[in-house]
């Protein structure tokens, strides 16, 4: 990527996602298809991470798993192609609820105010945190949608403090739809206005759809982010 540092040639090959919020739960799965759909391709090690005020994020987060059909075919070494059958694939998200005092496990309702006073409420379990989160890892992809008070505030401050413990960095940002209402794309603006000059690259998702449905709407969202995703991997592997 042409924005990353890449300190004495190092290769980048321990990447971590990290998320903040809920919506950061629905990219991460996407993203944990594409893995193993991708699995033969890539030689990346990739791990995920999650903040967020909203104990209900957090329990998803331990419930992590995904039932997948992949409808792709192999070549066999008869040179027939076999589809690939059900199977479930874990993966692990790494987790840490903040805010306690003031957000009581209840999110902060999009408000930016109440999100950063929950991030300094928990700034040293956060700081201990990405110590052991980031330990090896080469790069960190921050995958969150701005809008709502945990990615929008926590993120740049998250990227701030990867920076601090001079790692690389991506941000790849979600856009509200254009639904979600002013108040959230307001929101948006104040949160890329502080992310930048902190990230190494950012990369906005435009959320506007054609799909009808609103969940499908969110589901196209999050493949794009997985693209993004996988887009930087293949970028990597080539260097």
Avoid: W
């Amino acid at each position: 990527m042409k924005n990353l540092n890449n300190k004495g040639g190092r290769t980048m090959k321990n990447i971590c996602i990290l998320g903040a919020g809920g919506s950061s739960i629905n990219i991460m799965k996407e993203i944990a298809m594409q893995i193993e759909l991708e699995r033969i391709k890539y030689t990346t090690n990739i791990k995920f991470g999650l903040i967020s005020t909203s104990l209900e994020d957090i329990h998803r987060a331990q419930d992590y798993g995904l039932d997948i059909l992949i409808n792709k075919q192999v070549e066999s070494n008869e040179d027939v192609y076999e589809p690939i059958i059900n199977r479930k694939i874990t993966r692990k998200i790494d987790y840490l609820a903040i805010g306690e005092k003031i957000c009581n496990g209840l999110g902060t309702s999009a408000s930016l105010e109440i999100a950063e006073k929950a991030f300094y409420e928990s700034e040293k379990n956060i700081d201990s945190f990405l110590k052991q989160l980031l330990d090896n890892i080469d790069l960190v992809i921050f995958a969150a949608s701005f809008g709502g008070g945990n990615g929008t505030v926590l993120v740049p401050l998250l990227v701030q403090k990867v920076k601090d413990m001079d790692i690389e960095n991506i941000s790849i940002i979600g856009k509200p739809f254009d639904f979600e209402g002013e108040k959230r794309l307001d929101n948006f603006n104040k949160g890329i206005e502080k992310l930048k000059n902190k990230t190494n690259e950012s990369i906005i998702i435009d959320s506007n759809s054609n799909e009808e449905s609103v969940i499908e709407k969110f589901k196209e969202r999050d493949k794009e982010f997985a693209k993004v995703v996988f887009k930087i991997i293949r970028e990597l592997e080539m260097e």
